[in-house]
């Protein structure tokens, strides 16, 4: 079945940067884009940035652009997110995203926590 495993969140303080790791596994990686959304404490989920199946196009929203990349691995079914000069409104708990099929498919999500 469709796995997804966030991995890499933390405590960072304010201008500092982490990566943010999605291990894929249950179908084939390489022919689906992959999305990273977030949500931060009462409010609802967002989409922060997606990348196509082969890695040649990227979208984010606007609060992310210049600071966050998305980048994939096919050959290890990983998807990344590059977080730098983080503020604490990236503060969130950050979820990878598929959509196979006719179902949308949801890791268990790994924490944000940007503060000093």
């Known amino acids: 079945q469709v796995q997804l495993v966030e991995s890499g969140g933390g405590l960072v303080q304010p201008g500092g940067s982490l990566r943010l790791s999605c291990a894929a596994s249950?179908?084939?990686?390489?022919?689906?884009?992959m999305r990273w959304y977030r949500q931060a404490p009462g409010k609802e989920r967002e989409l922060v940035a997606g990348?196509?199946?082969?890695?040649?196009?990227?979208n984010y929203v606007d609060s992310v652009k210049g600071r966050f990349t998305i980048s994939r691995d096919n050959a290890k079914n990983t998807v990344y997110l590059q977080m730098n000069s983080l503020k604490p409104e990236d503060t969130a708990l950050y979820y990878c995203?598929?959509?196979?099929?006719?179902?949308?498919?949801w890791g268990q999500g790994t924490r944000v926590t940007v503060s000093s």
């Open positions: 249950g179908f084939t990686f390489s022919r689906y884009r």
């Open positions: 995203n598929v959509l196979w099929g006719n179902t949308s498919y």
């Open positions: 990348i196509a199946s082969t890695g040649g196009s990227t």
